[in-house]
């Protein structure tokens, strides 16, 4: 079993930045995949990015390409969302997710550990 911690949410300016954070507990993560998933108000969940155990694979969704970064450190059990720029529209809860390998793939059906969320709003 893992547990999934989320920190870092807020309220933020258009063009302003946000770093959050996922602290996994419980058996380690290191072997495995993490994703941050968002939803916003009123729509259904989609995958932000995505990163293997060790950073050779990376997916991130084309409406954050170029402004959010993921990232790990396995070594602390903690994965980060480096979030740039940041829209109206990225407002959402967002939440983190792992997922034991074999490999699944991006999509939302792959992570078997979620966190519980955090909000993120950015005022226009």
């Avoid at 950073?55 to 602390?76: C, H, L, M, P």
């Avoid at 809860?93 to 034991?100: G, L």
Wanted: glycine share 12%.
């Amino acid at each position: 079993q893992v547990h999934l911690v989320e920190s870092g949410g807020g309220l933020v300016q258009a063009g302003d930045s946000l770093r959050l954070s996922c602290t996994a507990s419980g058996r380690t993560f290191t072997s495995y995949a993490m994703a941050w998933i968002r939803q916003a108000p009123g729509k259904g969940r989609e995958v932000v990015a995505g990163m293997n155990w060790n950073g050779s694979n990376i997916f991130y969704g084309d409406f954050v390409k170029g402004r959010f970064t993921i990232s790990r450190d396995n070594a602390k059990n903690t994965g980060y969302l480096q979030m740039n720029s940041l829209k109206p529209e990225d407002t959402a809860v967002y939440y983190c997710a792992t997922d034991p390998p074999p490999f699944r793939g991006w999509g939302l059906w792959a992570w078997t550990y979620w966190g519980q969320g955090t909000q993120v709003s950015v005022s226009s």
